[in-house]
Each structure stands twice: as structure tokens, then as C-alpha cells.
């Protein structure tokens, strides 16, 4: 069995996309998906209990809830852990999956990471590209000492060592640090996952949200074309057009 560890709320754009990127994983293994939603009104009830055979969907809402300025993702990925280990036996958790709400997810995500996990403790994609498509920018990231948190995944072995990131601003970064290359996979297949940016709703808190990152343009979306083809029309919408090209201040919530 894997775990995938979701902490959502106030981003129904977001986790309606993250459901569809699910629903296609052709990963055939049992699945248990905890999503965590800490927003009114609840945008998670799209995500039935019958969401897929052999997958078993576990909500939770942790009071108190978010509110603007606050940064909830340790405690929320704590309730996860916590869910986790409440409910299944830690020999029976093959791998732990962070799966963030906004991010994009190929079919074989799963599938493949599932491939690299083999015996290491902590795995993950390198050199991650983020791409906003408010502003229809990106960048590779050029990590190469650690996986961007939305593409790792890890053992139960390596759970109390995941604890002790929580109250880091980096947990990913910080994760790696502590595995300090023991039982770690750092690899770069086919950019298994890409981190979205710029989608309507709740801010995200990491790097690549705002114009200010050095970031390449790609007004045609023929970047975004190239790493997910067909799926590049799920993000059309979502570009502010004119006020982008001639520089003006986006207010609105990204």
C-alpha cells in the first residue's frame, strides 16, 4: 500500500485538477489518499469515497482554520502522518507520497516512482521546473542536492525523520539535509511531475508564485506544449493577458 498526503483548502481550481491527475495514475496498487482541507467553505467535496477502485479516501479538518498570513503545511502534513499511522500498520506502508493540490502529475507518476523507490529511504525528482501560468514563465530550478517536496516520496522508516521538518520553511530542502545521502535516490526521468504556479485562489507559499524570479517567457505556451502536450489546454485560462505584457501589477490572489 502508498500513501498520498494531500493539505488543500481554498483552491477548488487546484484539487479539481489534482483529482483528474489522480484519477489517471495508472499506478494498479492500493492507494490510500488523505487530503487535508483547513479552508471554508470546503472545496474537497468533489473527490468522492468511491473515487477509484483500490484507492481508500480519508478527509480530515483541522481547526483552527486558515487565514491570510498564516502557513499551515507542517501542521497539516503532520494530521496527515498522524492519520496515516492511526489507521494502517507502518510495515504495510510501502511509500509516503506528498502530493501538493497545484502541482502537475503525469500518468505514471506513481507508476514510476514507485520504480525508483526500490529500497532507498527518501527519493525524489531533481532539477524541477516550475511554471506560472498567470504569467506563462518558467524556470528549471537546478536542484540537484534535493527533490522539491510535491515530487518526493519516502518510506515508513523515514517518517520520524519527515517529523522533525515540520516547522522549517524549507521542509523539503530540509529533509534531504537530514537524510544527508543515506538511502536517498535522486534521479531525473522524463520530468515526472512540474510545479504549477500562478492558478486563482489561495496563495502558495514557495518559490515561482510572484513575477519577481528570474523566469523565461513562453507567451504561446510552446514550452508548456513540449513537457505535457495535450494537457497544456487545462491551463489556457489562466493567463492575465495584457497586464502581464505591459508590466502591470497583478493584484489578485494567485
Not at 167 to 177: G, K, N, Q
Request: glycine share 10%; hydrophobic share 40%; aromatic share 12%.
Amino acid at each position: 500500500m502508498i500513501a498520498l498526503i494531500t493539505p488543500t483548502g481554498g483552491r477548488a481550481v487546484q484539487i479539481k485538477l489534482c483529482s483528474t491527475f489522480m484519477q489517471r495514475q495508472t499506478y494498479t496498487g492500493k492507494v490510500v489518499w488523505i487530503i487535508i482541507d483547513d479552508c471554508m467553505p470546503r472545496t474537497t467535496d468533489i473527490i468522492p469515497e468511491n473515487f477509484r477502485e483500490n484507492w481508500t479516501i480519508i478527509k480530515s479538518y483541522p481547526i483552527p482554520l486558515w487565514n491570510p498570513g498564516l502557513n499551515t503545511q507542517g501542521r497539516n502534513l503532520s494530521v496527515g502522518i498522524n492519520i496515516l499511522l492511526q489507521n494502517y500498520n507502518e510495515k504495510d506502508i510501502e511509500g509516503v507520497f506528498i502530493i501538493e493540490d497545484d502541482d502537475y502529475y503525469r500518468p505514471v507518476y506513481l507508476e514510476r516512482m514507485m520504480v525508483q523507490m526500490n529500497n532507498f529511504r527518501l527519493i525524489g525528482e531533481i532539477n524541477t521546473i516550475y511554471y506560472n501560468v498567470f504569467y506563462r514563465r518558467f524556470f528549471n530550478n537546478g536542484n540537484n542536492c534535493h527533490a522539491s517536496l510535491f515530487q518526493i516520496a519516502f518510506s515508513s522508516e523515514a517518517i520520524p525523520m519527515f517529523r522533525e521538518c515540520f516547522p522549517a520553511r524549507f521542509i523539503d530542502a530540509h529533509f534531504f539535509m537530514l537524510a544527508a545521502g543515506q538511502g536517498v535516490n535522486l534521479f531525473n526521468e522524463n520530468t515526472l511531475s512540474i510545479g504549477i504556479k500562478g492558478l486563482p485562489g489561495r496563495a502558495g507559499i514557495g518559490a515561482g508564485h510572484g513575477r519577481a524570479m528570474n523566469m523565461r517567457q513562453d507567451i504561446n505556451l510552446n514550452y508548456l506544449n513540449s513537457l505535457i502536450g495535450p494537457d497544456t489546454a487545462l491551463y489556457e485560462g489562466y493567463f492575465g493577458g495584457d497586464r502581464v505584457q505591459r508590466g502591470y501589477l497583478n493584484t489578485r490572489r494567485r
